[in-house]
């Protein structure tokens, strides 16, 4: 079975600063996709960024960005720029690729993130 | 983007009343479709995988016949809780994969809140 840690239950940071989560997960398998999604107050679960497995290049989406380490087993997202509506919680998740119809996401345990102006 | 509606947003009903869940994708076909359970402060827990024309599949722990899934359609799955207690109060969130996309990317609807007197 995969598990999804993330080591930090609450961080912050003030407004335009960068901030970096860390997740680290465990897996035998070699194939998978990992997520960030992001759960802001009105709880609506919202994809961040999505990383294959295969592929060596760190995901980018505008001011976010991982850094995926597949023999270490970590995949950190990094936040530039910090605006007050990146205060969320954010979950990193990880899911085996199965066929069609199977695909499953565990997720990790949260990192709670207050923007400060 | 994929839009996936999911209603009530709240809901109150007393102990020992069913209270159903309706899931939709709005713009896209699901065939697959997850429930999950959040209780406060903590991570999203999978409860079922949802497949159109197919029984659900349960994740261990959880009652096939306390939380019953239908999903009769592409676009619609529901979730009953049959016969409430105030331990089934809870935060459930449905999420849908887009048949025709690839990727493992699931959207997640807004979440119910049931509250069991």
């Known amino acids: 079975a995969q598990t999804v840690t993330q080591s930090q239950p609450e961080m912050s940071v003030q407004e335009a600063e960068t901030v970096t989560l860390s997740c680290t997960y465990d897996?035998?398998?070699?194939?998978?996709?990992l997520f960030w999604y992001k759960q802001p107050p009105s709880r609506q679960m919202i994809l961040v960024i999505r990383q294959e497995a295969y592929k060596q290049q760190n995901a980018t989406e505008n001011r976010f960005s991982v850094n995926f380490q597949k023999a270490a087993k970590s995949f950190s997202l990094k936040i530039s720029d910090s605006q007050l509506g990146d205060t969320a919680m954010y979950f990193c998740a990880f899911m085996k690729h199965e066929n069609f119809g199977n695909e499953k996401l565990t997720f990790g345990t949260g990192t709670r993130l207050t923007i400060i102006p | 983007g994929a839009v996936v509606s999911q209603h009530p947003s709240r809901v109150i009903c007393k102990s020992g009343t069913s209270v159903k869940i309706e899931c939709r994708s709005l713009d896209f076909q699901a065939t697959t479709m997850f429930w999950y359970r959040q209780f406060p402060k903590q991570s999203l827990m999978l409860m079922a995988t949802s497949n159109e024309g197919s029984k659900a599949t349960y994740e261990q722990g959880v009652e096939k016949d306390k939380f019953l899934i239908n999903h009769a359609s592409l676009t619609l799955s529901t979730l009953t809780v049959t016969s409430a207690h105030p331990e089934d109060s809870s935060f459930y969130i449905c999420s849908a994969r887009d048949t025709l996309s690839g990727g493992g990317i699931q959207y997640f609807g807004a979440g119910t809140r049931l509250s069991v007197l």
């Open positions: 897996t035998s398998e070699s194939n998978y996709y």
